[in-house]
């Protein structure tokens, strides 16, 4: 039931009020065990991939004209993140709760 709940809260987090949204799922006994999640924004559409029946890499992605933000971490978590622009110059960052 909360499949993808991780990735709106993110996605919306960072760019808040969204347009649209449409959900297309894999149905196992009436649970979705995996999905896709269609986010449109008025200058883009983000697209949010929600996995429990596969075992697979985690991470987000935001692709842009500049180049990417990359998060090796699921999105409940997030951590270090990259910032690799299309120049080849690339930035990380990391401001986890560290003991």
Do not use: R
Request: charged share 20%.
């Amino acid at each position: 039931m909360d499949l993808s709940l991780y990735n709106l809260h993110y996605v919306m987090g960072l760019f808040g009020k969204l347009v649209e949204a449409k959900y297309y799922s894999n149905i196992e006994k009436n649970i979705d065990t995996s999905g896709l999640l269609v986010l449109k924004y008025p200058s883009f559409i983000a697209c949010c991939v929600g996995v429990k029946d596969s075992h697979g890499m985690y991470g987000g992605m935001i692709q842009g004209t500049k180049g990417y933000i990359k998060s090796t971490l699921p999105p409940n978590i997030v951590g270090e993140v990259i910032l690799h622009l299309n120049d080849e110059i690339e930035e990380k960052f990391d401001n986890s709760w560290k003991d």
